[in-house]
């Protein structure tokens, strides 16, 4: 079942190096914009011991999930869905169709920008900074938090999937996906400085706190049973409308070259 994304993904990376200055200013900026996620927490920190019930070391498990997350959509999401805006206003999208693959994983995995993984390094480092200082999690909170960003990374991904459809109908839809980047920035803040509906909005219509804050007290061990199965709910409820709304584009898409 990995065989054909893998290989997608390895086709992919090579493209991508093809143009070593371009590749090599990607990497930088990759840099600099992992830098620039963490730069605020110092700042904010500095002044105050705590926000909102969180310690400094425990919101930089946010912002380390947060990292991973934009590494996720940088690296995958934004490329391969960003692709399928173009490949339908242009006619390009005709080629990916006729291939012999399912159509929403050729289209999710036929390219990869390789200057996100910067920002998956960072991830690491940031995470494993902040449990260098707040001790191991137990093997049962570390499992819980692995649950919780697989679930948000697939509510997170039927989300992205489902604004690129709407490019079926309305071709131009680049705006919304700038609106959708920057209100997922909020996430890069633990869940708890929110309230009311913007919470509520944060972890079910932009979900993008169950791949960050909803980890991060995984393995704080403040994430209760509820919480973890409307994580679960949500993430499997975007996944399958989204694809019923793919599904539903490809049959009534035609083709912009003809």
Known sequence: MLRVPLALARVAVMAAMQYRASFLAEMAVGVLAAAGVAAPLFLVYAHVPAVAGWSFEEALLVTAFFLAYNAFVAGIIEPNLGAVVDGVRVGQLDYM??????????????????????????????????????????????????????????????????????????????NLRFLLGAITDAGRWPIGVYSGWVRIALTTVVPVALVTSYPAMAL????????ALGSVAVAAASLIVSRLVLLRALAHYTSASS
């Not at 960072?122 to 260098?132: F, K, N």
């Open 220 to 227: 704080l061990g403040r994430l209760d049973l509820e919480l």
């Open 97 to 174: 169709l006729i291939r012999p693959v399912d159509a929403q994983l050729l289209l999710s995995f036929q390219k990869v920008a390789p200057a996100a993984a910067w920002e998956l390094l960072a991830s690491l480092a940031v995470g494993g900074v902040a449990l260098s200082r707040l001790g191991p999690p137990t093997p049962m909170h570390a499992l819980a938090a692995l649950a919780m960003l697989g679930s948000g990374v697939a509510a997170t991904y039927g989300l992205w999937l489902l604004v690129t459809c709407t490019s079926f109908w309305f071709v131009r839809v680049d």
